[in-house]
């Protein structure tokens, strides 16, 4: 079955960095789309970045481009998320996911079919 476990949340003050990990197995890790998604305390889940783990493309929320690069390791069926000058308002549960078929991956939630359990990121200012 499909197994998204995701890993490098923690705390860390405004200014400072974080990678997040996400490793995929039971299914066929390429020619798929993996994304970040992530749920602030009281607000609703919202997109992030994907990948095509096909060909790396990648795509971003608007919201979340400069600051935020996604990125895989196909040797190791693992997506990473590089987040730098994180503010407070990242604050949130970041999750990854994983959509099987097509190639245009954009984070949007109901496109994915697979979810796991989330890593939490606390900014503190």
């Known amino acids: 079955q499909v197994q998204l476990v995701e890993s490098g949340g923690g705390s860390v003050q405004a200014g400072g960095s974080l990678s997040l990990s996400c490793a995929a197995s039971?299914?066929?890790?390429?020619?798929?789309?993996l994304g970040w998604f992530r749920q602030a305390p009281g607000k609703e889940l919202e997109g992030v970045a994907a990948?095509?783990?096909?060909?790396?493309?990648?795509y971003y929320a608007d919201s979340m481009k400069g600051r935020f690069t996604i990125s895989q390791d196909n040797a190791k069926n693992t997506v990473y998320l590089q987040m730098n000058s994180l503010k407070p308002e990242d604050t949130a549960m970041y999750y990854c996911?994983?959509?099987?078929?097509?190639?245009?991956?954009?984070?949007?939630?109901?496109?994915?079919?697979?979810w796991g359990q989330g890593t939490q990121v606390t900014v503190s200012s």
């Open positions: 990948i095509y783990t096909g060909g790396g493309s990648t």
């Open positions: 996911a994983a959509r099987l078929g097509g190639s245009l991956c954009s984070p949007v939630i109901y496109e994915y079919n697979y």
């Open positions: 039971g299914y066929t890790y390429s020619s798929n789309c």
